[in-house]
C-alpha cells in the first residue's frame, strides 16, 4: 500500500500568517533631527512628536493591531541633558494626563513598561498609575509606553527572579523565564517599525523582538502620520516569516 508522505515537520510548526499584527512595536526616533532641520531646539521636536503618537495609536486600533507598545524613553536616555531630560519629563506627563479620557473611551488598556528610577518625578510615577488603573478593565487594544526601559535591564531582573523563586537549572526553559519578565502576558513583537531610517534595536524589549520583522521608514517620528503606519502594516504583509523553518511551496513541496 502506497504511503502518503507526511508534511515536513518544519513547515507544519510555522505559525499560521497573520493579515494584520497582533503586537506592533515602534522606536519614535527622529525628534530632535526634525528640530534641528527647522533651526529649532531639540524640545520642539519632542513637542511636535505628541500629534504622531495619538495619530499611530488611533491607527493602529483602527486596523485591528491588539498590541502597540511604543518606546518613549530608555535607561540611556538618562545621559541627555538635564535640561532637556526635565522637558521631556514635564512634556509626558502633561500628554498622559491630557490624553487619558481618549484613551479610555477608546476601550484601550494602558500599561507602563520600566519606571523603575527613583528621579522619575514622584507625581510623573502618579499618574503613570492612575492612567493603568482607569484603564485596566478596558479590552481593546493594549497600549505598553515603554519609559526608563530597558531590554536587558529586563533579562536580568527576570534571571533574579527566578533564582529568588528557587526555579532550579534544569526547570528554566523559554517558557518559565518569559514568566518572570515584566508583564508575562506581552506576546512576543510581531513587526518593529523604528522611524528615521535609523537600523539599531537600541536595547528595546529585546526578549520579545527576537522574531519580529523590521520596517525603517525613513520619515521623521514627527512627520510620521496614519498612512505611513498603514504601509509599514502593508509591508509587514508581504513578508514571508519562515520563524527558522521552510514554508511549503503549493504542491506540498519545502522550498530549499
Avoid at 506592533?24 to 526616533?29: E, I, N, R
Avoid at 487619558?100 to 477608546?106: E, F, G, I, V, Y
Avoid at 537549572?169 to 512576543?188: G, I, N, S
Amino acid at each position: 500500500m502506497p504511503v502518503t508522505p507526511a508534511a515536513p515537520a518544519a513547515a507544519s510548526a510555522v505559525p499560521a500568517p497573520r493579515a494584520v499584527p497582533r503586537h506592533v512595536a515602534c522606536v519614535m526616533d527622529g525628534n530632535g533631527r526634525w528640530a534641528a532641520q527647522r533651526e529649532l531646539p531639540r524640545t520642539s521636536g519632542h513637542r511636535a512628536a505628541e500629534t504622531t503618537v495619538i495619530d499611530v495609536i488611533e491607527a493602529a486600533r483602527s486596523a485591528g493591531v491588539e498590541w502597540l507598545s511604543l518606546y518613549a524613553f530608555s535607561t540611556e536616555n538618562w545621559r541627555r541633558p538635564a535640561t532637556e531630560v526635565d522637558y521631556l519629563m514635564r512634556l509626558v506627563r502633561r500628554v498622559v494626563r491630557k490624553h487619558a479620557p481618549l484613551l479610555h473611551a477608546r476601550g484601550i488598556r494602558c500599561r507602563f513598561l520600566g519606571v523603575a528610577d527613583p528621579r522619575i518625578p514622584a507625581a510623573l510615577a502618579r499618574d503613570f498609575t492612575d492612567l493603568t488603573t482607569l484603564t485596566e478593565g478596558n479590552r481593546g487594544m493594549t497600549l505598553t509606553v515603554a519609559f526608563d526601559h530597558g531590554g536587558r535591564q529586563d533579562i536580568v531582573a527576570a534571571a533574579r527572579s527566578l533564582i529568588r523563586s528557587g526555579v532550579t537549572a534544569e526547570a528554566v526553559d523559554e517558557r518559565a523565564f518569559a514568566a518572570h519578565l515584566p508583564f508575562p502576558d506581552t506576546p512576543d513583537v510581531d513587526l518593529v517599525i523604528r522611524t528615521s531610517g535609523e537600523q539599531r534595536i537600541s536595547n528595546f524589549m529585546l526578549w520579545q523582538v527576537a522574531y519580529a520583522e523590521w520596517v525603517f521608514p525613513p520619515v521623521l517620528w514627527p512627520d510620521f502620520r496614519a498612512p505611513h503606519f498603514l504601509e509599514c502594516l502593508h509591508t509587514y504583509r508581504r513578508r514571508e516569516r519562515r520563524f527558522g523553518g521552510v514554508q511549503p511551496e503549493p504542491n506540498g513541496e519545502p522550498r530549499s
